[in-house]
């Protein structure tokens, strides 16, 4: 007996959602059971996945396509290449890498406005806890800033 495929099934092996699927499916004016779930035979199935096949890689931006960073699980966000985390770490740090070295406050080279920390840029609070570092000639631009 061959074998027969339900929707949910179609589209875990497809790996597509089942709204397209069943989208799909609908368009092509195949018969569907009163009740119960929709079966599909073998050749229907074979269509299905034949079509779908085509189309995965060109999935709907609103499907969650994984983050662009090797070995990541996380999923996109938004119209972002990565995930949220290694967007907020290169929007940081200006790379998607894990600092090397622990703390990346301390590893980071350049403040968030790119001038680079060097000693005589940089000034601690006493409150900092000695790993917070500060930009000089932010510091300076932000108290000479006219005001608006
Ligand atoms: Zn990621
Ligand atoms: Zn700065």
Do not use: E, I, M, R
């Given at each position: 007996m061959a074998r027969s495929w339900t929707i949910r099934e179609l589209a875990r092996e497809a790996g597509v959602s089942r709204k397209s699927v069943w989208a799909w499916v609908a368009e092509q004016g195949w018969e569907r059971p009163t009740s119960g779930p929709w079966i599909l035979d073998a050749e229907q199935a074979r269509l299905v996945l034949e079509r779908f096949e085509q189309t995965a890689p060109l999935r709907t931006p609103r499907e969650p396509v994984a983050c662009g960073v090797d070995d990541c699980e996380r999923t996109r966000a938004?119209?972002?290449?990565?995930c949220k985390m290694h967007y907020q770490r290169r929007a940081r740090t200006g790379s998607t890498d894990r600092s090397s070295g622990g703390d990346w406050q301390t590893a980071k080279t350049h403040c968030p406005a790119g001038h680079e920390y060097t000693p005589e840029n940089t000034y601690r609070f006493p409150s900092d806890a000695g790993t917070r570092r500060r930009c000089r000639t932010c510091r300076i631009a932000q108290s000479s800033r006219p005001r608006t």
């Open positions: 938004g119209t972002q290449d990565v």
